[in-house]
């Protein structure tokens, strides 16, 4: 999957890298994420690590004293909605961005417990960092991929999603990357249509009562309790807002049950070409995030979550 001419990981001095870093189980990530947080920590480089709490304690203890000069952030906070990923490496890039300084990072927001649907999210981000990043300061962005417990879909995914790949000590340029060009053709593709028959409503302007008592019936029978079916009608709610003002005033709201959750999909004719919408705070001064920012997920007991889409939003609930 990757060209021959494998070389040990150079860095541009005006670009931004993202590598991938496939290891097999514990030692592997150890070395190969350690390798490159000593190797900032020399060059006095700024590093964020944004990972699951269990590795975030690995790598301190293994860095011992050392680690004080890391930042570390739990990737089940910061990637809970994986379109929230970007924004994050968006301030820590201002934060360290200016007069030229090289900085790094480590972010590995897939593992095997991610759902399908967040597995989906996660892909799409990585593919579009390249998109955001482009131009932007010299840093550097590895993300770490277990190939013992992921599929082999997912690293072949990890391949077409980065310019570089890190393997066995050796870095090289990836043949199946696809290219930023690539970006914005993913949002081109339908989401795929729910199982069995959903429950479905048409709504306009002067229906969104009827939405938030569509929405209340369906998740009182399913079972939900008063606090998560006011998050429920709360985000569906945004969401059917935002059909009416930015939409074509007009959408239809489905609701169906999968695996444990409650999925909630408002369609409309709107149509937004930034691959980033949903990605970036809005402008104070500015327009706004047409209603993409707000979150379009809750958060459960389990976890589950389902972020931002383009042209389609669902919300996601277990």
């Known amino acids: 999957m990757m060209r021959t001419t494998a070389i040990d990981a150079p860095r541009s001095s005006e670009a931004f890298r993202h590598e ?27 590093i964020l690590a944004v990972l699951n709490s269990p590795k975030i304690e690995m790598l301190r203890s293994e860095l011992g004293g050392d680690a004080d000069s890391v930042r570390f ?13 970007i924004p994050a490496w968006r301030e820590f890039v201002t934060e360290h961005g200016a007069g030229g300084r ?35 300061p010299t840093w550097w962005l590895l993300c770490p991929y277990d190939t013992e417990s992921l599929e082999s879909s997912v690293i072949e995914e990890a391949h077409r999603n980065h310019p570089f790949v890190l393997s066995g000590g050796l870095a090289a340029e990836s043949a199946l990357y696809r290219g930023l060009a690539a970006v914005e053709e993913a949002f081109d593709h339908p989401l795929p249509e ?25 998740a009182a029978a399913t079972g939900f309790d008063t606090g998560r079916t006011g998050d429920l009608i709360l985000a569906v709610n945004e969401l059917a807002t935002n059909s009416l003002r930015h939409g074509g005033g007009r959408g239809v709201l489905r609701m169906w049950q999968v695996e444990g959750a409650m999925i909630c999909e408002v369609r409309d004719e709107g149509r ?20 993409l920012w707000r979150e379009s997920s809750v958060r459960s007991g389990s976890g589950q979550v389902l972020p931002d889409r383009l042209r389609r939003a669902r919300s996601h609930v277990a």
């Open 20 to 46: 991938a870093l496939l290891y097999a189980g514990q030692g592997d990530f150890l070395e190969g994420t350690l390798s490159f947080i000593r190797d900032g920590i020399s060059a006095q480089e700024p």
């Open 194 to 218: 729910p199982p069995g028959r959903p429950e479905e409503m048409t709504f306009r302007s002067a229906d969104l009562d009827a939405v938030r008592t569509f929405v209340s019936g369906l």
């Open 102 to 136: 090289r900085f790094r990072g480590i972010g590995e927001p897939i593992w095997p417990a991610r759902s399908p649907e967040e597995l989906v999210e996660c892909e799409r981000h990585e593919a579009l960092l390249n998109f955001a990043f482009a131009g932007a």
């Open 272 to 291: 937004i070409g930034d691959p980033l919408v949903g990605r970036r705070h809005p402008s104070p001064d500015g327009e706004g995030g047409f209603g």
């Open 73 to 85: 952030a739990d990737m089940a906070l910061v990637g809970h909605n994986p379109a929230r990923i």
